[in-house]
């Protein structure tokens, strides 16, 4: 006779719940990542006193002699790719806060 399985293990609805979380955590990054891009650029540029202009690049001279300015100008324009993840971010920033408010409704049930 085999031992009876521990409780959470067996027949019955599988977990999915970590993968749900992966895959919002996934699509929070991509959603996100432009907004983090323009941050980046903004919080560098304004630490080393350097200008950003879309139009053209500037000299920006950064830690060990290294130029940021082609770097800066490049993250600085992916912040375009705004208009099209705006709406997955919004959606992103719904699906954690009902994650948050679920976790904390069954928080107070117990």
């Not at 027949?11 to 970590?18: C, I, S």
């Not at 907004?35 to 202009?53: K, R």
Request: proline share 10%.
């Amino acid at each position: 006779m085999t031992p009876p399985l521990p409780p959470g293990i067996g027949p019955g609805r599988p977990q999915r719940r970590g993968c749900l979380l992966w895959a919002l955590a996934g699509v929070t990054l991509l959603a996100w990542a432009p907004l983090l891009s323009v941050t980046f650029t903004y919080l560098v540029a304004n630490a080393l006193g350097c200008e950003v202009n879309e139009a053209r690049v500037n000299p920006c001279p950064g830690p060990f002699g290294w130029d940021l300015g082609e770097l800066l100008v490049f993250t600085g324009t992916m912040g375009w790719f705004m208009l099209v993840t705006a709406p997955f971010m919004l959606a992103t920033a719904v699906g954690w806060a009902a994650l948050l408010l679920t976790w904390l409704w069954r928080l107070a049930r117990r």
